[in-house]
């Protein structure tokens, strides 16, 4: 599943902080926590708000489309999932 981001302005700037995204068919607005680098990807960290109070917190790496355009990609291997989830668990530890 491709991502794209709609409102980012720059992966390294994060000039806007919420943006579009399309998770299971429906368009959700998500917020920005934090975008990492980590073997010579750029990762990003946000968050979706479930509507009662609590989020879901997801992470997806950041690349080019063929347009030059930010979108996000799904982690792809278990390796590259448990580093981000340490990741992750560290911000909110």
Do not use: C, H, P, Q
Not at 5 to 10: E, H, N
Not at 42 to 63: C, F, H, M, P, Q
């Amino acid at each position: 599943m491709v991502i794209y981001l709609y409102k980012i302005k720059g992966v390294e700037t994060m000039e806007e902080t919420k943006f579009k995204i399309e998770v299971d068919g429906e368009v959700k607005e998500a917020e920005m926590l934090k975008i990492v680098s980590l073997d010579g990807n750029n990762y990003a960290i946000y968050a979706i708000d479930k509507g009662d109070e609590t989020s879901d917190i997801l992470a997806s790496r950041v690349v080019k489309d063929s347009e030059g355009k930010d979108t996000l990609v799904d982690l792809e291997s278990d390796e590259e999932r448990n580093k981000i989830k340490d990741i992750v668990n560290a911000m909110f530890s």
